[in-house]
């Protein structure tokens, strides 16, 4: 009777889970894509969308806080915050919290950067040792003389991209700037030779202002770039002032990240308000009639949306260029776009602009589970502006590809299963690991099965996983399948089909 039952379920109900599966995959990808704005309608209704869309989305990665805001023309338009800056106490997050901004920061720091080039101060291409006078390089195999103000702004000296996760309390000693360049800024590849992304390269930028100019850096970046373009709030120093304070982070498990520094400021240091991103994204729009009281020229900026560096890797996913602290992005339309985001222990952050028209959108949020929600909301924005090309939007295709993975693993792996527990009722497997037929396919089906296992609990056991970052909801499914397609190996390899079986097949 037991036989009987497996029999009608292996044979019958794994069909259904295959097609109640295949039908669960054509939901999620409905529901990442059932919401449309309308192409070129008024501001009033894409806001509106904005509304109802983002708190889906945002319960849906478990997201606390997001602050948004649209700007058009070359003006700040609409901004609207929701949820939360702490889940304990309920205080809410507003437009004009000042944030954690990440690597946004490398955008400003480019203009603090520029601002020297412009005095006259520094040269584009002048090996920049020759402006060191209390830090020298560490040694390396590669030659230090050749590394450039433009080939640190565009990621091209060589350097490589740091430590990740070395955060300190705001009361906790750091080392020095200098200490940190010390241990880090070791080459590992020529300088000029390709792009490799370095937040150390941001950190030697750093000292290279404070060097020449003989100021505190974030002294500097604060009265000759911040203040002139409205960011007065915003700082490369933390303040216990900042009101309302700045907003607690959540992690890929959502758990509160206290508010941490790092002991360089140049790459990721910076703390702003989205109002105030906006405000700088504005200063740089080349469509921005008035240019007079900004801190550096137009000549300048586009400068810095040049392409210096064709990109290479896993960053060519979503843009194809980088200029001086910008990725650069070729819309379909034939407009450039530029951009630049961030990702810190609880935070993720994003700014995307298209200078020749004024237009553009920033979007920071308390949660490192946040880069499918951004992707969601900058295609968005740019199907709601009649171009869906925006780089970082191809994210959501990403999250569509492997929920379509999963399927494809776990309904597989579900139909061998059922085959496998039928074969095995029928008795004609049977646990004989050792029987010589087919003993090395069995010893590559128990190895992969054994690899796929490790890598997993290596995954697991890292402080950072890219995957988990990109895929918070689908990583866990992903992790589930693996282990699944991993469990059903070992049983085949374990359970072979009986050799007497397999010659009276003969």
Known sequence: MYRLVFLHFSMSDFKKIQCIGLIWVLFIITACNSEKPVRNSSLDQFSSYLDERIPGLMKRYDIPGVSVVLVQGGERVWGEAYGYADLTTGRRITTDTVCRVESISKSVTAWGAMKLVEEGRIGLDEPVYRYLKSWSFPESPFDESKITLRLLLSHQAGLPLGPIGVEFSPDEEKPTLRESLS?????????????????????????????????????????????????????????????????????????????????????????????????FMIAGMTANASQAFLPISQNSTRQIYEPS???????????????????????????????????????????????????????????????????????????????????????????????????????????????????????????????????????????????????????????????????????????????????VLQFSALFPKESVDRESKN
């Open 309 to 487: 560096a064709e990109i290479a890797g896993i960053y060519s996913f979503v843009s194809e260029a980088y200029g001086y602290g910008h990725f650069i992005d070729s819309l379909s339309s034939g407009e450039v776009s530029v951009f630049s985001g961030g990702q810190g222990h609880g935070w993720m952050t994003h700014f995307q602009s298209i200078p020749d028209t004024g237009d553009g959108i920033v979007i920071l949020t308390n949660s490192q589970r946040s880069w499918p929600f951004i992707g969601y909301i900058l295609k968005d924005w740019g199907e709601w502006r009649g171009d869906s090309s925006v780089g970082m939007a191809r994210i959501t295709d990403a999250v569509i590809g492997i929920w379509i993975l999963i399927a494809v693993l776990l309904l597989g792996s579900l139909f061998r299963a059922g085959s496998l527990g039928n074969q095995i009722i029928q008795k004609r497997r049977q646990f004989t690991p050792l029987q010589r037929v087919g003993l090395w396919i069995r010893i590559m089906q128990f190895t992969v099965s054994g690899i796929l296992m490790l890598s997993v609990l290596w995954a697991l056991n890292q402080d950072y996983f890219f995957l988990f970052s990109v895929f918070p909801v689908a990583s866990g499914w992903l992790i589930i399948t693996i282990l699944f397609v991993a469990t």
């Open 183 to 279: 241990s880090n800024a070791i080459l590992i590849q020529e300088p000029g030779s390709g792009f490799f992304y370095s937040n150390v390269g941001y950190h030697l930028v750093e000292l290279l202002i404070e060097e020449i100019t003989r100021r505190d850096f974030a002294e500097y970046m604060k009265s000759e770039i911040l203040e002139p373009i409205e960011m007065n709030r915003a700082s490369y120093n933390w303040s216990e002032s900042f009101d309302p304070p700045v907003p607690l982070g959540y992690d890929l498990n959502g758990d509160p990240v206290p508010v941490y520094l790092y002991s360089e400021k140049g790459s990721g240091g910076l703390f702003a308000s989205s109002e105030e991103i906006a405000n």
